[in-house]
């Protein structure tokens, strides 16, 4: 088992910048890809973004490129989401997750294996 628990969330204004934490526990954290995912009231929850066990390799949805960026620390067995330039559509409960594979940039065709409780960001306009 992996236990997540994201930190970070907020309300922030349009055009602010957020950076989301997810620290992790239980089995090997660096076996693991790591992602983001969100989700919108009355929406299903998306992809936003991943990275592969040793950090080698990131994804992102079209909708974020350029403005969000993923990174981990192996050591702290903690996965980063810095969100920069954020817009009033960003607005959601984002979601950490462990064990995704088969990834591109439209997310993992496997998993994830593991979710967080995840955390509320709000982007006022």
């Known amino acids: 088992q992996v236990q997540l628990v994201e930190s970070g969330g907020g309300l922030v204004q349009a055009g602010g910048s957020l950076r989301l934490s997810c620290a992790a526990s239980g089995r090997t954290f660096s076996n693991y890809a790591m992602g983001w995912f969100r989700q919108a009231p009355g929406k299903e929850r998306e992809f936003v973004a991943a990275?592969?066990?040793?950090?080698?390799?990131?994804y992102y949805a079209d909708s974020v490129k350029g403005r969000f960026t993923i990174s981990r620390d192996n050591a702290k067995n903690t996965v980063y989401l810095q969100m920069n330039s954020l817009k009033p559509e960003d607005s959601a409960v984002y979601y950490c997750?462990?064990?995704?594979?088969?990834?591109?940039?439209?997310?993992?065709?496997?998993?994830?294996?593991?979710w967080g409780q995840g955390t509320q960001v709000t982007v006022s306009s």
């Open positions: 990275i592969s066990w040793n950090g080698g390799n990131t």
């Open positions: 997750a462990a064990g995704l594979r088969g990834l591109d940039d439209n997310g993992p065709r496997v998993g994830p294996d593991y």
